[in-house]
């Protein structure tokens, strides 16, 4: 009943920006720990970012001072500000969180959005 749906991927040129957007829904009672993750072809997910409920945020190493994360816990929604893309930023990206519904606390994922970094 609970679902997380991504938005905002694409095909952007080194360099360039993208905003991520993950938007969860359903019977929500809380939301805790949200964050992105992301896959290249071949390799393992990884963590790019993460958010607590009270805004404290971890980053990649890679990704630090490139990427933003931040939310809007009134619309249950995150979101993952990319500056600066270089082709190895390219892959899937998954919106994950932890979430209270009536039935208790589980760990969700997105079905994932395509970003593609390439001239």
């Known amino acids: 009943q609970v679902q997380l749906v991504e938005s905002g991927g694409g095909l952007v040129q080194p360099g360039g920006s993208l905003r991520l957007s993950c938007e969860a829904s359903?019977?929500?009672?809380?939301?805790?720990?949200m964050g992105w993750y992301r896959q290249a072809p071949g390799k393992e997910r990884e963590l790019v970012a993460t958010?607590?409920?009270?805004?404290?945020?971890n980053y990649a190493d890679s990704v630090k001072g490139r990427f933003t994360i931040s939310r809007v816990n009134a619309k249950n929604t995150v979101y993952l500000h990319m500056n600066s893309l270089n082709p190895e930023d390219t892959g899937v990206y998954y919106c994950n969180a932890d979430i209270r519904s009536g039935y208790g606390i589980r760990n969700y994922w997105g079905q994932g959005t395509q970003v593609t970094v390439s001239s």
């Open positions: 958010i607590t409920y009270s805004t404290n945020t």
């Open positions: 359903g019977s929500i009672r809380s939301i805790f720990t």
